[in-house]
C-alpha cells in the first residue's frame, strides 16, 4: 500500500499492512484488507498512487452479495465477491456475475473481483 494510503486510512481501524492485491481497473488498483474481525474491506488506490476511498461490510452475509464500489460518476467501479458463493444464492461465482451492465462489461480480472469496464473504452 501507498505511504499516502496508509497515512490517510490507517486511522480507521483497518488493518493496512495485511493488503493483498486484488487486481486493477482502468483507473484504480483494489486491495483486500480487514477490519476487525468481523469487516472485509476494499481499498482502492488511484493510477499516481493516491487513495481513493476504503469501503467495508461484515463479513457474516459476504457471500451473499460481495462488496461492490465505485467513484462518483460510476466510471469505474469493481466488485469482489465470493469465488464459490453459498449454496441457494443466485450469486454463485464470478462467473455468473461477468455480465453486460447498462454501464459497461463486468471482466473478471481475478477470481474473485470483477472490474466494469465502461462501454466507451
Not at 8 to 29: M, Q, V
Not at 96 to 106: H, M, N, Y
Request: contains cysteine.
Amino acid at each position: 500500500m501507498p505511504d499516502t494510503f496508509i497515512a490517510t486510512f490507517g486511522p480507521t481501524a483497518a488493518d493496512l499492512t495485511n493488503a493483498r492485491f486484488l487486481g486493477a481497473g482502468p483507473n484504480a488498483r483494489y486491495f483486500a484488507v480487514t477490519r476487525g474481525s468481523d469487516k472485509i474491506c476494499i481499498a482502492t488506490v488511484g493510477k499516481a498512487a493516491e487513495p481513493l476511498g476504503l469501503s467495508c461490510t461484515n463479513v457474516r452475509g459476504f457471500e451473499g452479495y460481495g462488496l461492490r464500489v465505485g467513484n462518483d460518476d460510476h466510471s469505474e467501479q469493481a466488485w469482489l465477491i465470493s469465488p464459490r458463493g453459498i449454496a441457494g444464492n443466485t450469486l454463485k461465482s464470478a462467473d455468473a456475475v461477468a455480465a453486460t451492465s447498462k454501464g459497461g462489461q463486468w471482466k473478471q480480472v481475478a477470481s474473485s473481483l470483477l472490474v466494469l469496464e465502461p462501454s466507451n473504452q
